[in-house]
């Protein structure tokens, strides 16, 4: 059975941090690439940041950029987006998703997905 868990969402301050975590199984971690999309009320599904199965491509929504990190560590068939100087306007649900032979940050593109983790930023 094929899962993406996410987890490490929370309530944070304005200029806080959190980490999030993206667990895989159930498919081969290392033929996908693993993106981070998030989702606030009434907004489309945005595309946060994607890492290719190799690690050696890398993507940032603009808005994001300098602030969020993502890594994988494909012995544990984990990635993370560690979210840095946290914004009121980064609160959404949070959600990891992998994508078979392509790195975008399209979630159209993307084949399976986990349940998300709400990140609340207050001001």
């Known amino acids: 059975e094929v899962q993406l868990v996410e987890s490490g969402g929370g309530l944070v301050q304005a200029g806080g941090s959190l980490r999030l975590s993206c667990a895989a199984s159930g498919f081969t971690f290392d033929d996908y690439a693993i993106g981070w999309f998030r989702q606030a009320p009434g907004k489309e599904r945005e595309g946060v940041s994607c890492?290719?199965?190799?690690?050696?491509?890398?993507y940032y929504t603009e808005s994001v950029k300098g602030r969020f990190t993502i890594s994988s560590d494909n012995a544990k068939n984990t990635v993370y987006l560690q979210m840095n100087s946290l914004k009121p306007e980064d609160t959404a649900v949070y959600f990891c998703?992998?994508?078979?032979?392509?790195?975008?940050?399209?979630?159209?593109?993307?084949?399976?997905w986990g349940q998300g983790t709400q990140v609340t930023v207050s001001s």
């Open positions: 890492i290719s199965s190799r690690n050696d491509r890398i």
């Open positions: 998703a992998a994508a078979r032979s392509i790195v975008t940050l399209a979630p159209y593109e993307y084949d399976f």
